[in-house]
């Protein structure tokens, strides 16, 4: 039980487009979902916290127009990345956790993004 | 900033072997958790501590929370090749949301057959 999946598990953009990736509680309702960014051989760092039907909180330096983030329903939550630049290329993943509380937080198998 | 740092950044060993990766943080917290990590893979949740606890077995896992030095450290025994992973500890700052996780840079684990 308690498996989130992402879709996709890869893409490769052209510089200037817009890419969205989605994470999915698979089989457990999720109030809150965390969006993390990883650099190549580095750790986590959390980009933003979104519970389902308010407006997602993001961490300290976190461009929020840069990286949209919706959670539309108990089971999906979005992240856009706008006019995505070679910057952007990243590993991202996505957390869910049915009571908000830490100690049940299930990770995704995350997305990996190139931009060229 | 980055809460939590592991030591060391890489360790390589003979499978049989035990492996230890340790962890420091900075402030107080309400659990510590070990997760694991693939090249390229998602993560896997390994162990929670809670704060109020002092060790933790799992299997071959064996988890230590030292609040007053405010380190951990996650002891795998009898290693096998399959254990070659990246291993995080992250934690839950007391002080904030209990909302979320701040993920140390990890300890790269080889273990060679």
């Known amino acids: 039980g308690a498996v989130v999946s992402q879709h996709p598990s890869r893409v490769i953009c052209k510089s200037g487009t817009s890419v969205k990736i989605e994470c999915r509680s698979l089989?457990?309702?999720?109030?809150?979902m965390f969006w993390y960014r990883q650099f190549p051989k580095k750790s986590l760092m959390l980009m933003a916290t979104?519970?389902?039907?308010?407006?997602?909180?993001?961490e300290q330096g976190v461009e929020k127009d840069k990286f949209l983030i919706n959670h539309a329903s108990l089971t999906l939550s979005t992240l856009t990345v706008t006019s995505a630049h070679p910057e952007d290329s990243s590993f991202y993943i996505c957390?869910?956790?049915?009571?908000?509380?830490?100690?049940?937080?299930?990770f995704g198998p995350g997305t990996r993004l190139t931009v060229l | 900033s980055q809460q939590g740092e592991e030591d060391p950044q890489a360790l390589s060993i003979q499978e049989g072997e035990n492996a230890t990766m340790n962890c420091s943080y900075k402030?107080?917290?309400?659990?510590l958790q070990w997760y694991r990590q693939n090249s390229g893979r998602g993560l896997v949740h390994l162990i929670l501590?809670?704060?109020?606890?002092r060790e933790k077995h799992s299997g071959r896992l064996r988890v230590t929370l030292d609040t007053s030095k405010k380190s951990s450290s996650l002891l795998i025994t009898a290693s096998r090749a399959a254990d070659t992973a990246s291993y995080f500890c992250?934690?839950?700052?007391?002080?904030?949301?209990?909302?979320?996780?701040?993920f140390g840079k990890g300890t790269l684990l080889t273990v060679n057959p």
């Open positions: 501590i809670r704060s109020n606890e």
């Open positions: 957390s869910a956790s049915i009571s908000g509380r830490v100690d049940t937080q299930y």
């Open positions: 992250a934690t839950d700052d007391s002080g904030g949301s209990n909302y979320k996780l701040t």
């Open positions: 402030t107080s917290i309400n659990n």
């Open positions: 089989d457990f309702q999720a109030t809150t």
């Open positions: 979104s519970n389902e039907g308010s407006k997602a909180t993001y």
